[in-house]
C-alpha cells in the first residue's frame, strides 16, 4: 500500500487530454512539493515534473503540473502513443521522513 | 552530459551481502545530495535511501534501517549501497539518482542494476 494514492490505469485516444490524479495527506503532498516521473517499457525512470508543476528542459509542454491541497494532478494534452508508460508521483513526508512514491498509473493509448 | 552508472548487482543469498556502486560524471558531484531507488520486478518505484553533500546525513526507509548503508565517495565521484541481511523482498533493479534542489526531484537517473536474493 503506497502511501501517496494514485489510480492503477488510465487511457485515452490519440490528441485527447488525459489526468492523472494523486492524493496524499497534510505530511507531504500538503505540505511538500510534488513530483512526477515517466518509466517508458523497460527503461528508467524520467523527471517530467518538478515543483508541482515546473518542467525539466526538453520535456514537451503537453505536460503539466498542478496542485490543490492534499491532491496533485498531472495532465497529458495531445496525447499521443509514444506517451504509453508508467507515471508516478513522489513527495517528501516529512512523518515518514523519506521520500514516498504513488503506486504508479500505466496510461494506455488505444 | 551527467551519467550515473551503477554496478555491483547479482545473486545473493537471504542474509547475504551486496555492495551496490554508482559512478557518476557529467556534473559536480560533491554539490548534490545522491539517492538510491528500487523496483521490484513488476512493481512500483519505493525510495530506498538518500544521503547529502558531505556525507554527514543519510535517511533511509524503515524497511532497510540497520541493514543497509549509504556511502559516498566525492573524489571518486561514487556513491554506494552497502547491503547486509538480504531478504527475498529486497530482490529489485536499483536505480541512482542525482537529487534536485528544488523539492527532493531526482533529476537524472542511472540505468539500475539487478538484485536477486533467492536461496
Known amino acids: 500500500q503506497s502511501v501517496l494514492t494514485q489510480p492503477p490505469s488510465a487511457s485515452g485516444t490519440p490528441g485527447q487530454r488525459v489526468s492523472i490524479s494523486c492524493s496524499g495527506s497534510s505530511s507531504n503532498v500538503g505540505s511538500r512539493t510534488v513530483n512526477w516521473y515517466q518509466q517508458l517499457p523497460g527503461t528508467a525512470p524520467k523527471l517530467l515534473i518538478y515543483?508541482?508543476?515546473q518542467r525539466p528542459l526538453g520535456v514537451p509542454d503537453r505536460f503539466s503540473g498542478s496542485k490543490s491541497g492534499t491532491s496533485a494532478s498531472l495532465a497529458i494534452s495531445g496525447l499521443q502513443s509514444e506517451d504509453e508508460a508508467d507515471y508516478y508521483c513522489?513527495?517528501?513526508?516529512?512523518?515518514?521522513?523519506?521520500?514516498?512514491f504513488g503506486g504508479g498509473t500505466k496510461l494506455t493509448v488505444l | 552530459e551527467v551519467q550515473l552508472v551503477e554496478s555491483g548487482g547479482g545473486l545473493a543469498q537471504p542474509g547475504g551481502s551486496l555492495r551496490l556502486s554508482c559512478a557518476a560524471s557529467g556534473f559536480t558531484f560533491s554539490s548534490y545530495w545522491m539517492t538510491w531507488v528500487r523496483q521490484a520486478p513488476g512493481k512500483g518505484l519505493e525510495w530506498v535511501a538518500n544521503?547529502?553533500?558531505?556525507?554527514?546525513?543519510?535517511y533511509y526507509v524503515d524497511s532497510v534501517k540497520g541493514r543497509f548503508t549509504i556511502s559516498r565517495d566525492n573524489a571518486k565521484k561514487s556513491v554506494h549501497l552497502q547491503m547486509n541481511s538480504l531478504r527475498v523482498e529486497d530482490t529489485a533493479v536499483y536505480y541512482c539518482?542525482?537529487?534536485?534542489?528544488?523539492?527532493?526531484?531526482?533529476?537524472?537517473w542511472g540505468q539500475g542494476t539487478l538484485v536477486t536474493v533467492s536461496s
Open positions: 515543483s508541482d508543476n
Open positions: 513522489a513527495a517528501w513526508d516529512d512523518s515518514l521522513i523519506g521520500l514516498v
Open positions: 544521503i547529502n553533500q558531505v556525507a554527514t546525513a543519510q
Open positions: 539518482a542525482r537529487v534536485g534542489y528544488n523539492g527532493w526531484e531526482s533529476q537524472d
